[in-house]
């Protein structure tokens, strides 16, 4: 049988449930046993501490948000000055394997 762990609490504890409020959660979800009261009960509790969190947060600021920064920069390379094409490429390509085709002895002189 495993040993039960105090991590769930901690965890708790940490989002702001006081002591009495995780000893009733534990209540309630050993009396009513089926997934959908558990969930319910869950959802309740977390909404309610949601709605105590909201109040305390902020919007970032310009300076330490991230819809205001240049995080994508796009960056345009500079085109050469002869656009080269696949098919010229791979016409180049057939010349200098046309070049080594013909006998080994043939370009000695």
């Not at 609490?9 to 009396?31: A, C, F, H, P």
């Not at 085109?79 to 085709?101: I, Q, R, W």
């Amino acid at each position: 049988m495993p040993t039960p762990s105090n991590f769930p609490r901690l965890v708790l504890l940490e989002i702001g449930m006081s002591q009495d409020d995780i000893v009733t959660l534990e209540k309630n979800l050993t009396e009513k046993r089926s997934a959908k009261e558990q969930k319910d009960i869950f959802r309740d509790i977390f909404a309610a501490k949601t709605k105590v969190q909201k109040g305390n947060l902020e919007r970032a600021g310009e300076e330490e948000g991230l819809l205001h920064q240049n995080s994508r920069k796009p960056e345009v390379e500079a085109l050469p000055e002869k656009l080269l094409t696949y098919s010229m490429v791979k016409k180049k390509k057939e010349k200098k394997a046309d070049y080594f085709d013909g006998p080994w002895h043939g370009n000695l002189f």
